[in-house]
């Protein structure tokens, strides 16, 4: 089983859907969680950490499940501006380095 | 703050050339790494450095050389490029390895490397 797993999409919304990713990770000692943001030809922007009672940024949900291992990220109300990749990002163990998934594309349209 | 600087942005080499990816950061970061995108194969890390004098090796390091003389500056070598080393790569900073906030990673703009 690969450390980090998404589906690489393309997800393909309407403007003002409702969408949804999931991520699963192997390594149930995780300790910290992430989805960063990637534009198309852009670097990676850390979108927003994944805590164990959930949080929410606007119209950004993320939530985490550590008995199934795996992370979601739910975007409300999409935006054309929210087309983009989506990575989810695990810290295997707390000294060692971040990884990452291979990401899931996201294209919303008008 | 300019946050994480990389140069060049594009570069064409030749087989067996060498030459040195530039990265720098004025956010005072111990933690920086060097990772290379791949279609398909999402973010890999090549060496990181856990503060000046200290480096470490990655899931990708071969044909890679770094060396963290100072806690600005994070150079990638490439020794002899091969068209397997065809790459986008960026540079990364945070202020630590673990915990919360400071595991967040601010990533340059990235270089384009073609190797022919």
């Known amino acids: 089983r690969k450390e980090v797993e998404q589906d690489p999409g393309p997800f393909n919304v309407p403007e003002g859907a409702t969408v949804a990713f999931n991520c699963t990770y192997s390594?149930?000692?995780?300790?910290?969680f992430f989805w960063y943001r990637q534009d198309c030809r852009k670097e990676p922007k850390l979108l927003m950490s994944?805590?164990?009672s959930g949080n929410e940024d606007g119209r950004f949900t993320a939530q985490l499940n550590r008995a199934s291992q795996y992370i979601s990220l739910l975007i409300r109300d999409s935006k054309l501006s929210d087309s983009a990749t989506y990575l989810c990002?695990?810290?295997?163990?707390?000294?060692?380095?971040?990884?990452f998934g291979k990401g899931t594309m996201l294209l919303v349209s008008p | 703050n300019a946050g994480v600087t990389q140069t060049p942005k594009f570069q064409v080499l030749k087989t067996g050339q060498s030459m040195t990816l530039q990265c720098a950061q004025d956010m005072n970061h111990e933690y920086m790494s060097w990772y290379r995108q791949d279609p398909g194969m999402g973010l890999r890390l090549i060496h990181y450095s856990v503060g000046a004098g200290i480096t470490d090796q990655g899931e990708v390091p071969n044909g890679y050389n770094v060396s963290r003389s100072t806690t600005e500056d994070f150079p990638l070598r490439l020794l002899s490029a091969a068209p397997s080393q065809t790459s986008v790569y960026f540079c990364?900073?945070?202020?630590?390895?673990?915990?919360?906030?400071?595991?967040?990673?601010?990533f340059g703009p990235g270089t384009r490397l073609l190797v022919l």
């Open positions: 990364a900073s945070s202020r630590g390895l673990a915990g919360g906030p400071q595991e967040t990673q601010y």
């Open positions: 990002v695990v810290n295997p163990s707390r000294y060692s380095t971040l990884t």
């Open positions: 390594n149930s000692a995780s300790q910290s």
């Open positions: 994944v805590y164990s």
